[in-house]
């Protein structure tokens, strides 16, 4: 079975723009969580969706979004790009409260 | 407030040395706890999870955790410890629809 699959693997931005990453979840699985990894850190939460709901949102400026389609896929949107925003980006699944399963993430990289 | 802390950010040891990874937490109810592994230049993969129940928890590869609620602790362990455990292990909880990491800590098994 395929795992959290996640798109694009890396991606260079520069300051001030605007970014989407996407994220499909394991067959089945309708929960999708955000994370971002800052090198040397743990993953920190930033949204999670159900059903195509926000869920759970985490200490993130509003530059951050994200939404669910009903196919449960999800993209998280970060406007206005900031040298900060350079982080791993994880997306994660899970359903009937089992644990999440990752994805290999997304590296942004801020210019 | 939720909060993980891993108190051991490298450890190296010898292959067949025994490992003990320490991990303390902060909140207030009742607690979900994972350990999750990441090999090098792979995602984040769950080792074993404590839900309720026993306090000692088996996980793959040998793992095992034991969570001691009046200490605030859910500590990872392996016996014998071999070159393929190099890795950096988290250490989180689960509260309010999201995961708290810990920052983590590198192991480093020498043949």
């Known amino acids: 079975d395929a795992g959290v699959t996640q798109s694009p693997t890396h991606l260079i931005k520069t300051r001030g723009q605007q970014v989407t990453l996407r994220c499909s979840p394991i067959s089945g699985h309708k929960s999708v969580s955000w994370y971002q990894q800052v090198l040397g850190q743990g993953p920190q939460f930033i949204f999670q969706?159900?059903?195509?709901?926000?869920?759970g949102r985490g200490n993130f400026p509003d530059r951050f979004s994200a939404r669910q389609f009903p196919n449960y896929s999800s993209e998280l949107n970060v406007n206005a790009l900031l040298l900060g925003d350079s982080a791993l980006y994880l997306c994660?699944?899970?359903?009937?409260?089992?644990?999440?399963?990752f994805g290999d993430g997304t590296r942004l990289s801020i210019l | 407030a939720q909060s993980v802390s891993q108190h051991n950010h490298h450890v190296i040891l010898s292959e067949a040395a025994s490992l003990e990874l320490g991990c303390n937490y902060s909140?207030?109810?009742?607690?979900?706890l994972f350990w999750y592994v990441q090999y090098p230049g792979q995602h984040l993969q769950l080792l074993l999870k404590?839900?309720?129940?026993?306090?000692l928890v088996k996980g793959i590869k040998g793992f095992e955790a034991e969570f001691i609620k009046s200490k605030f602790s859910f500590n990872l362990r392996k016996p014998s410890v071999q070159w393929s455990d190099t890795a950096e292990y988290f250490c989180a909880l689960e509260g309010f629809q999201k995961l708290v990491f810990g920052t983590g800590t590198r192991l480093l098994v020498s043949p």
């Open positions: 994660a699944s899970s359903e009937g409260g089992q644990p999440q399963h």
């Open positions: 404590y839900f309720s129940g026993d306090p």
């Open positions: 909140y207030g109810g009742t607690v979900n």
């Open positions: 969706y159900y059903e195509k709901e926000e869920r």
